[in-house]
């Protein structure tokens, strides 16, 4: 079965930083296109960052040069690491199996991210 | 702001058919046939309904179908169920660098 399970989401500080996983099973993260999506509390989807099969990264503008997608090969898992947080990044993350034409399934369960002093 | 536009909501009664619309430009909709839909149920996780304009997963109800004309793709849903209220979003691969833009989604409410 094809599954994703996110993990690393939690309460944090304006400025600080975190770092979320995504483990799959059922298929292999390095042979396909993965995404991270957000959901602010009572909002809309928001794409923000892809990791091509080829290694290739792409980040929204609204995470460039604070958040980075990777992913680790021998795990299986592709994360995200949020650096100099922000209220506004407040979210449910969810990552997504992606493909060239921008198809995101299946999804994760998502794993809330709280930035509050 | 979101860079697809969608309605804010919609309604239909049982048995009815309702059309949700998602309007781009020629960068993402218009360019390209890799426009997805998604429903999301409340609390639940989004779920693919439709990819690349017009095919179904398996799985999904062939009540559910997609088009596109122009910059506009849309969504109809046919004989509208109880279980079919949750919020639609229309999605589009896009030439920019953000890879995928999402529209600002749609409340179905089955009357």
């Known amino acids: 079965e094809v599954q994703l399970v996110e993990t690393g989401g939690g309460l944090i500080q304006p400025g600080g930083s975190l770092r979320l996983s995504c483990a799959a099973s059922g298929f292999t993260v390095s042979s396909n296109y993965m995404s991270w999506v957000r959901q602010a509390p009572g909002k809309g989807l928001e794409w923000v960052a892809v990791i091509y099969s080829g290694g290739s990264t792409y980040h929204a503008d609204s995470v460039k040069g604070r958040f980075t997608i990777s992913r680790d090969i021998s795990k299986n898992t592709v994360n995200l690491q949020m650096n100099r947080l922000r209220a506004e990044d407040t979210a449910v993350y969810y990552c997504?199996?992606?493909?060239?034409?921008?198809?995101?399934?299946?999804w994760g369960q998502g794993t809330l991210v709280t930035v509050s002093s | 702001q979101s860079a697809l536009t969608q309605p804010a909501s919609v309604s239909g009664s049982p048995g009815q058919s309702i059309t949700v619309s998602c309007t781009g430009t020629?960068?993402?909709?218009?360019?390209?046939?890799?426009v997805s839909w998604y429903q999301q149920h409340p609390g639940k996780v989004p779920k693919l309904m439709i990819y690349?304009?017009?095919n179904r997963p398996s799985g999904v109800s062939n009540r559910f179908s997609g088009s596109k004309s122009g910059n506009t793709a849309s969504l109809t849903i046919s004989g509208l169920q109880a279980e079919d209220e949750a919020d639609y979003y229309c999605?589009?691969?896009?030439?920019?660098?953000?890879?995928?833009?999402f529209g600002g989604g749609t409340k179905l409410t089955v009357l």
């Open positions: 997504a199996r992606d493909t060239y034409e921008g198809r995101l399934d299946p």
């Open positions: 999605s589009s691969y896009t030439t920019s660098s953000t890879h995928v833009v």
């Open positions: 020629s960068s993402d909709v218009g360019g390209y046939n890799y």
């Open positions: 690349d304009v017009s």
